[in-house]
């Protein structure tokens, strides 16, 4: 059984940075995509970033390109999500995930597409 420990979140001032970090353990496979999701009250989750651990590949929202940096650790299934020049807009339940079959749905950003979710990290950001 797949386990994603999210850690990193915090509370920052807009223009401030964050780093979060999600490990996962029990997979098996030898690639894995790994999703960055967010979620406000009242609003569905959505996708942040996700990379594909088999070839680096990256995906990015469109809310986030230029400002979030996912990458990979080097523990085998850790990764990391570098967000700076952070927004209030960006206030959210931060959520890692992953799926079982080893590699990124279509669309990445597709929640349905991943099967396994961390207990999700809090991110505030103050104006």
């Known amino acids: 059984q797949v386990q994603l420990v999210e850690s990193g979140g915090g509370s920052v001032q807009a223009g401030g940075s964050l780093r979060l970090s999600c490990a996962a353990s029990?997979?098996?496979?030898?690639?894995?995509?790994m999703g960055w999701f967010r979620q406000v009250p009242g609003k569905e989750r959505e996708g942040v970033a996700a990379?594909?651990?088999?070839?680096?590949?990256?995906y990015y929202a469109d809310s986030v390109k230029g400002r979030f940096t996912i990458s990979q650790d080097n523990a085998k299934y850790t990764v990391a999500l570098q967000m700076n020049g952070l927004k209030p807009e960006d206030t959210a339940i931060y959520y890692c995930?992953?799926?079982?079959?080893?590699?990124?749905?279509?669309?990445?950003?597709?929640?349905?597409?991943?099967?396994?979710w961390g207990q999700g990290t809090q991110v505030t950001v103050s104006s």
């Open positions: 029990g997979y098996t496979r030898s690639s894995a995509c």
């Open positions: 990379i594909y651990t088999g070839s680096g590949s990256t």
């Open positions: 995930a992953t799926n079982w079959y080893g590699r990124c749905p279509a669309p990445w950003w597709g929640r349905f597409g991943y099967s396994d």
